[in-house]
């Protein structure tokens, strides 16, 4: 199956951005549905934004719509998340995961990478 690893994350002051990318290896990446969630601390974790197979839909959170674009590179075996006018409140460590098919739960996860953003 797919293994997942994020980087990228970091320390940015309000309103900056950051791109969140997530390489994987093994298992077929074009037939995974991925997806970027994130979670801080005393909070539940939170499904940011999704992505299909082919790239052909997405999802965004209410919270981050406007603000993060989603996308992957099915030859690159990498799926992003570009993070512009960064707010505190996006303060979480941020997952990638994946599902067989694009349907489902996403049940592979990477290790997560922290992004802290300042006031």
């Known amino acids: 199956q797919v293994q997942l690893v994020e980087s990228g994350g970091g320390l940015v002051q309000a309103g900056g951005s950051l791109r969140l990318s997530c390489a994987a290896s093994?298992?077929?990446?074009?037939?995974?549905?991925l997806g970027w969630f994130r979670q801080a601390p005393g909070k539940e974790r939170e499904r940011v934004a999704l992505?299909?197979?082919?790239?052909?839909?997405?999802y965004y959170a209410d919270s981050v719509k406007g603000r993060f674009t989603i996308s992957r590179d099915n030859v690159k075996n990498t799926v992003y998340l570009q993070m512009n006018s960064l707010k505190p409140e996006d303060t979480a460590v941020y997952y990638c995961?994946?599902?067989?098919?694009?349907?489902?739960?996403?049940?592979?996860w990477g290790q997560g990478t922290q992004v802290t953003v300042s006031s």
């Open positions: 995961a994946a599902r067989y098919g694009g349907t489902g739960i996403h049940d592979i």
């Open positions: 093994g298992g077929t990446f074009s037939s995974y549905g």
């Open positions: 992505i299909s197979t082919g790239s052909t839909t997405t």
